[in-house]
């Protein structure tokens, strides 16, 4: 079975490798053309909305409520006739919440255009939110139909799909900016149709290989039938508990926007950083293995279980460890490689490396919380997620507040990541007690045999830096740290891996 869960964490992290190199190269081209922006902040402010709902309602609760109940309906030979009816019923409620949701922000938009001054950094955020949230409509189908594709076990397409919304987004800056004027102000709307087409095409992209496994999805108002009832009793407390995530980032980022200009935007790229391998392995891992703990749970096998689970943690920390202490030492290294050039200059470098540190501290913590939350939904517990998610929001708020005042963008930043750790943990014990018995001291030793292989990494990191950073090009540079430092953790790790070997066969 572990084999199975590596081919297809596999695929689904090379689908999200190509998705995020696109991805980045969509923030490359934005920081060049818009930097650390007053109009780039309120752009972002406005795209995160949408944003917001898509990882609450979309990718979040629909997927994490549909899959366990279409997996059950899928392992049972007499109730596989229903399938089609759940993905109708589910591709109509998705509409309707979906354009409820752009009427309600439509009207509320207007209303702050008439109400804030035109300096404002909230009246522009205002006037662009009129124009990102319809991409919230197509962007929620496209995870409906990840959603279908995952519980089939194909995880490759969905994964890539978000590189129709770089391109679009690449495209219209380079070909609609100047239609729509000269100055940033003007040429910010031709990013809002960029957003559009994006969310567009990432729904057609999925659209041939859904019908391929005879899905025609149309309007279906059954919402009394039984798979649904059991969705709405996972969905609303899967709402909050997904929430915790878009709430926090929605308070962060609009908290920023108090401070000086440029703030949001370089919090977005530094999470865009952050996220990077977060995405690639983290959700990647957690993603793939979630059809597997279902199934576990259906067929009550919880020693397979608990295998597929500490298999997917070692994956995990192999991954995650690394990325860590690259990203913290590397950080200004990476953002001024990366993005300075255009608008985007050393100021901009500082003001986004800044944050990056705090965020990187945190990068482990995530991920174990991706990994857990799909363990309690696998045995459509909700309740417990929920609770520790309202208390993480709460927390997060207050953190925020106290550390943004010694700290600040900084501040905002590291109360991310504490507030990770503290749900990591919290969901850790509460499984523990509620559902499963986990023998957390074999995936701590799992962490710290890893953290301790990586340490000789991390000593060539400083010893590199120190003596290299000023010598060489910055290419150079970047390309002998990172794959040095790899190459370093596999001889240690394959030395470990012999000495545990031969131990055993003693």
């Not at 590189?163 to 709307?189: P, V, Y």
């Not at 995530?245 to 000086?260: E, H, K, Q, R």
Request: proline residues 3%; positive net charge; hydrophobic residues 55%.
């Amino acid at each position: 079975m572990s084999k199975k869960i590596f081919r297809a964490i596999s695929l689904l992290a090379i689908g999200t490798i190509i998705s995020r190199i696109f991805g980045l190269l969509r923030e490359i081209v934005s920081a060049n053309f818009f930097g650390t922006t007053k109009i780039y902040d309120a752009f972002l402010l406005a795209f995160m909305i949408p944003n917001f709902f898509r990882g609450l309602l979309a990718e979040g609760a629909l997927s994490s409520s549909f899959i366990p109940v279409f997996t059950e309906y899928m392992s049972e030979q007499e109730k596989k006739k229903e399938l089609k009816k759940i993905v109708d019923i589910t591709f109509t409620l998705s509409l309707i919440f979906t354009f409820s949701l752009f009427l309600i922000f439509f009207i509320l938009s207007e209303m702050g255009i008439k109400f804030l001054k035109f300096e404002s950094k909230w009246y522009y955020t205002c006037l662009l939110l009129k124009f990102t949230f319809p991409y919230l409509i197509f962007i929620s189908l496209s995870a409906l139909y990840t959603g279908i594709l995952n519980s089939y076990k194909s995880f490759f397409l969905p994964s890539i799909s978000p590189i129709i919304l770089d391109f679009f987004w690449i495209f219209s800056l380079f070909t609609l900016g100047n239609f729509f004027g000269n100055n940033l102000e003007e040429k910010i709307f031709a990013l809002c149709i960029g957003v559009i087409l994006g969310g567009i095409g990432q729904y057609l992209i999925l659209v041939p290989s859904v019908r391929k496994l005879n899905y025609f999805p149309k309007i279906s108002f059954n919402f009394s039938h039984p798979a649904i009832r059991k969705m709405k009793m996972l969905f609303l407390p899967i709402i909050i508990g997904v929430a915790v995530g878009p709430i926090n980032l929605l308070v962060d980022y609009s908290l920023a926007n108090f401070l000086s200009s440029g703030m949001v935007s370089s919090l977005w790229y530094a999470t865009r950083l952050y996220q990077l391998p977060l995405g690639i392995f983290g959700i990647s891992i957690s993603t793939a293995v979630l059809p597997w703990l279902s199934e576990n749970v259906v067929k009550k096998d919880f020693d397979e279980f608990k295998k597929n689970l500490y298999y997917a943690f070692k994956i995990l920390f192999f991954t995650l460890i690394p990325s860590t202490f690259i990203m913290i030492f590397l950080r200004e290294e990476i953002i001024t490689f990366l993005f300075k050039r255009g608008i985007f200059d050393i100021n901009s470098v500082k003001l986004t490396s800044y944050p990056l540190f705090f965020y990187s501290t945190g990068i482990i913590f995530y991920g174990g919380i991706s990994i857990m939350t799909r363990c309690f939904y696998s045995f459509n517990d909700t309740k417990t997620p929920v609770k520790i998610g309202v208390f993480s929001i709460i927390t997060n708020f207050i953190f925020d507040i106290i550390l943004m005042k010694y700290l600040a963008h900084g501040g905002i930043a590291l109360s991310t990541s504490l507030v990770g750790l503290l749900n990591f943990v919290l969901l850790g014990y509460f499984f523990q007690k509620k559902h499963l018995k986990l023998n957390y001291i074999s995936i701590l030793n799992s962490f710290f045999n890893l953290l301790f292989l990586f340490l000789p990494s991390v000593i060539f990191l400083i010893v590199l830096k120190y003596f290299f950073v000023e010598r060489i090009s910055l290419l150079s540079f970047l390309m002998l740290s990172i794959f040095g430092s790899l190459f370093l953790f596999f001889i240690f790790l394959k030395l470990y891996v012999k000495l545990n070997l031969k131990k055993e066969s003693e």
